[in-house]
């Protein structure tokens, strides 16, 4: 701790590390980033670059971790080294903020739990608890307006599919097992919390069905098609929703290839301990890119609607009255993305380290939201339902 801020440092510097991990966590005034690492000596000098300050660089974790004003650290790294990577920065006593999904298997995911030693703050990135719209539904359930949540439908409506997974290493189930646990973990985590429950059980149903197929792998840039493409892509920069810029040209493998096998579409059942079930949506084709939730209780309905451009709407309708109440949660300006919930989920993690009291914040719902995802992969591949092991140490804690 320095002047009251905290010694930030970043593992993985690809567009999340580097703009959310870096500079979203420095506008918040609450640390100034002390060190950063990535296999990549490029990544690190780049980053260093563009983070500016007093930075050291490293290309190895283990002495990363070492570094003296290291008080939190945040892991944006692939998906299949989360496990690894924070069980060590658990062991070593840091702050930990994980980026989403949690890990790839429910065994890892319970195997960092098992890691934290109750002397930090660890949270994982699932930032759209945090977004206006979601803490507003959060309240209205938690009034009781519709009771005792007992059936709800999710839907990802994901229409920027083709252009952030099915041009890369994404495209593969062997890189990050499905788009569920890529994706869908967030909205998952969501409904997860709404209904106040953990999931025990989970059919899935899905397929690849207008990515892929039996075209060669080329690049972009060499295909003849690349004018009648909407798929096609050169851009020297291309923007996420959370507003980083990808760089990497690399990224224009095409869509259309038999080189992808990572399903498009799904949909999922879950059951949930105390008896609500859930279906869920995801496709990567759909016209528009939002988030649609409704939920029945046995004193009403919720529905939601989640956008980027924070169009936000929720619908109450309680059981035996003429009319629904409508609600219209305020836009975020400024450090907006994801609906304001990466601005809110900086201001927690950060509140929480400046107050001195370790905890694990949001912990079960991101084991229990990985935890479908991965379910549902099995059963889409095996065509079974998929049962959930049941994780001992939130028994009766925190959620
Ligand atoms: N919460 C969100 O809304 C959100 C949004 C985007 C990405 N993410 C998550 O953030 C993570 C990173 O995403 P990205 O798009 O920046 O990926 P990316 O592939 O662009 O970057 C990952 C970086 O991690 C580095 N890395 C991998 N293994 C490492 C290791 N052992 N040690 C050090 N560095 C290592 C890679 O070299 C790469 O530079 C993913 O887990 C992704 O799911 C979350």
Same mark, same amino acid.
């Given at each position: ?13 690809? #567009? ?13 005034? @609450? ?9 990549? !000596? ?51 006593? %840091? ?39 979601? !803490? ?20 990802d @409506?994901v229409?920027?599919g083709? @252009?952030?997974y099915f041009?890369?290493?994404r495209r593969k189930k062997q890189y990050i097992k499905s788009l569920i646990l890529e994706k869908g ?9 709404? /209904? ?8 899935a149903s899905g397929g690849l069905d207008v990515f892929g197929? $039996? ?25 996420? $929703?959370?507003?980083?810029?990808? +760089?990497?040209?690399?990224? $224009? %493998?095409?869509?259309?290839? %038999?080189?992808c096998d990572t399903h498009d579409n799904s949909l999922v059942? /879950?059951?949930?301990?105390?008896? #609500?079930?859930?279906?869920y949506m995801e496709c990567h084709f759909?016209?528009?890119?939002? *988030? ?11 529905? #939601? ?17 003429? +009319? ?12 907006? #993305? ?12 950060? %509140? *929480? ?20 995802a991965?379910?549902a992969y099995q059963s889409e591949e095996?065509g079974?339902?998929?049962? /959930?092991?049941?994780? *001992? ?7």
């Amino acid at each position: 701790m320095k002047d009251g801020k905290f010694g930030l440092g970043i593992i993985g510097l690809g #567009a999340r590390g580097v703009h959310f991990g870096g500079r979203d966590f420095l506008k918040s005034g @609450n640390c100034y980033v002390t060190c950063v690492c990535d296999v990549f !000596q490029e990544r690190v000098d780049s980053a260093i670059n563009e983070l500016g300050g007093n930075i050291t660089g490293y290309t190895n974790v283990d002495d990363f971790l070492e570094h003296p004003d290291l008080d939190a650290v945040v892991v944006a790294t692939n998906d299949m080294t989360h496990a690894d990577i924070a069980v060590k920065v658990l062991a070593k006593k %840091k702050h930990l903020y994980l980026e989403k999904p949690m890990a790839q298997t429910i065994e890892d995911c319970d195997r960092i739990i098992d890691a934290w030693t109750g002397e930090s703050v660890f949270m994982v990135g699932l930032e759209l608890r945090y977004c206006t719209l979601m !803490q507003e539904c959060k309240k209205i359930v938690e009034r009781g307006d519709i009771g005792r949540i007992i059936i709800g439908t999710v839907v990802d @409506n994901v229409s920027v599919g083709g @252009n952030y997974y099915f041009h890369g290493p994404r495209r593969k189930k062997q890189y990050i097992k499905s788009l569920i646990l890529e994706k869908g973990t967030h909205s998952l985590d969501l409904a997860n919390w709404l /209904i106040d429950d953990s999931p025990v059980k989970v059919y899935a149903s899905g397929g690849l069905d207008v990515f892929g197929g $039996d075209g060669e792998d080329i690049n972009c840039v060499d295909c003849d098609k690349k004018s009648e493409c909407h798929y096609y892509r050169n851009d020297k920069v291309f923007i996420m $929703d959370y507003g980083a810029e990808v +760089k990497e040209t690399t990224l $224009d %493998k095409c869509v259309y290839s %038999k080189e992808c096998d990572t399903h498009d579409n799904s949909l999922v059942i /879950i059951d949930y301990e105390k008896g #609500a079930r859930l279906s869920y949506m995801e496709c990567h084709f759909t016209p528009e890119y939002s *988030r649609e939730f409704m939920f029945v209780g046995d004193k009403g309905k919720m529905t #939601a609607f989640y956008n980027n451009e924070q169009e936000f709407k929720i619908m109450v309708w309680k059981r035996h009255e003429e +009319k629904p109440v409508y609600y219209y949660p305020p836009k975020v300006e400024g450090l907006g #993305a994801h609906g304001g919930g990466d601005d809110g989920i900086i201001r927690e993690f950060s %509140k *929480r380290i400046l107050s001195g009291k370790p905890c694990m914040i949001g912990i079960k719902g991101a084991r229990d939201s990985a935890a479908i995802a991965i379910a549902a992969y099995q059963s889409e591949e095996s065509g079974l339902p998929v049962t /959930i092991p049941h994780n *001992r140490i939130f028994d009766g804690e925190q959620k």
